[in-house]
């Protein structure tokens, strides 16, 4: 049964290059994709922290600065 | 209607539907990969490299879908000059393009075993990597061109010349003698493709579109945190 599935009348090795290529091209654009947002989370938050009191209480009145502040928390 | 589209508003949902993707993705891919390399029948004349098509055929089909959308998004913000729309299309882009080289390498990878050849200057083939010249030209000028106005006419001006490549694709195979066979399946018409195929192919399609779905929500968020980091400095 295993041997079956590996070598499909001897179509595996195209048939599981094919799936293995599909894979990993997930995988690489996943974690680039990742780190990307990661690395932009980061500086935004940084950023965030050289402000003085008012201009960070006016950048916190977004909710979207907000949300990127807890998700930056997250990682 | 663009104000619903606002990112202020959709970015909380863009950032908090991204895990809630990421799983339907894995389930679905999960069942898939199940469905097309295990339980799906082997083709009377090509045995087991039929398994190609279930990737081959839905990254082709997601890297035609998702260009068309660049060139419609590039019309519609050319139109109305909406930054935002120009922003969705930028992050829809990558995975397009990815879709687009798994289409070429699954299909060279394919046509081995059935056509005794990796790569033919076979009309289908040809205009698909025509299609993935645009991309990289689409993605490169992103990169090259700083210029916030120019960069969004150019990119526009990449996807809407693209998009002539479009019906090429489609048609290439009824218009010109092609390796490749007609449409097996047809949305107005009969599918000439058995359901013991068409369901592992419309799962794994399923899969694929929930992928180019959570890059594209992840390479969005990204781009708006670039933006307000911008606005950060401007405070």
Redesign the interface.
Known sequence: MINE?IS??G??S??W???T??LI??AS??CV??L??AK??S??AS??GT?NVD?AR??RS????K??LL?TSNI | MFKFFEPNKIFVITSRAQKYVLFLFIVVLSIGLMEALIISPEDYKQSHAVRIMYVHVPAAWIALGIFSCLALLSIVSFIFKNKNLSLISKSLAPSGFVFNVIALVTGAIWGKPTWGTWWAWDARITSMLILALFYLMYLLAWRIYEDEEKVIKITSMIAILGAINIPIIKFSVDWWNSLHQSASINVFSNTSIHASMLIPLGIMTAAFTLFSILIFLMKYNTELIKLKTKGLNRL
């Open positions: 599935l499909m009348n179509y595996g195209y048939v290059s094919a799936f290529f599909t091209s997930f654009l996943y994709t990742k990307q947002l932009e989370q500086r935004f950023k965030f402000l201009k006016v950048a977004q909710n979207i600065n949300e990127i998700n």
